[in-house]
Structure formats: structure tokens, C-alpha cells
């Protein structure tokens, strides 16, 4: 049996992402992978057994890695406006930092019928927990939380993927967007 490598794991994953970025969904192989990750097809095999349980699983590893971002820049000793701001400068610096990443799961749940069942809380599910810790701590309002899901993080969005305005520019409109969701949303 082969020993596992995270470093080749993660050289796979991150040719799993280049592909896509590049050519899309369509045509992508497992031997395509490999040439890209510099490994032979085997050993894709050693880490995914297929292509498409590959594409859910680094869905949902970085879908976490997005909700443990956030979680790390919030705490039960911030008020509701510092966590609003927290949570919405934190995606915003997410979106910024990781945009390949970002754009990965964006495009992987828009085509993939598996990221939009939160069976347990998998992938963009644990925004939804976010939500739900909010609301139960009374810190926002009661609405739905694919409501607050797209009052809060969309229009983050659209401020970090414009990429005609400067970044003083994003950074003015940040703080509007963060003053209209807190009047908007806490309690």
C-alpha cells in the first residue's frame, strides 16, 4: 500500500483548483490532475477514490476552512456591532487572500447538487450555524437565514471581486456596507 504525502495532497488539490479556474468543470480528468499536480495518475487514486468524491471533498475542506476563518476573528466577549464588522471584514479579507479558493467553492456549489444538501453541517452549511448562533444569542433579528445569509456575506462578494475600484475605494464602501447591516440587522 502507498504512503500518503499531505504535501502531494495538497499539490493535488491545488491543480484541482488551477484546472478549473482555467478550462472549468468540463474535460477535467484524473490524468489531467496529475500532469498538473506532477504526479502520476496512481497516485491521485492514493488520496481520492474518484473524481468526483475528489471535487466534494476539497469542496467541503475548504467550505470549513472559510467557516473556521470566521469563527477565528469573532468572540463571545464582542458586542453585536463588533461581531457584524468581524464577520463581514473577515469574509471580505477571506475573499481577498484566498480568491482561488473562493472561487473553487463558489463555482463547485452552484454546479453540484451534493454542496447544497447540508447533510450534518458540511460546506456553506456552517454559515447557516453562524447565523443560527446569532440569532439564539439575540444578537440579530429573526429572519430567515438564507435571508440574512445574503444580506450579509453577497454583497461582501461584489466589494472584494470588483476589481475596477482601488482598494481605498472597497474600503470606504466596506465600512457603508458594515453601518447599513448593523442598523439593519442587530437587535
Sequence with gaps: MRQ??????QRIESAVIELILDKGFNGLSMSKIAKEAGVCPATVYTYFDSKDSMLQEIYVEYSEDV???????????????QIISSLIRSYYNYLVEYRDVFSYVKQYSMISSAAEACGGAKGSCYIREIIDDLKRDKVIRNYSNETLEAVIFYPVQSIAENRTRSEEAKEEELNEFIEIIQNAILL
Design 4 to 9: 500518503k504525502d499531505d504535501e502531494k495532497k
Design 67 to 81: 467557516y473556521d476563518y470566521l469563527l477565528g476573528h469573532v468572540n463571545r466577549g464582542m458586542t453585536g456591532e
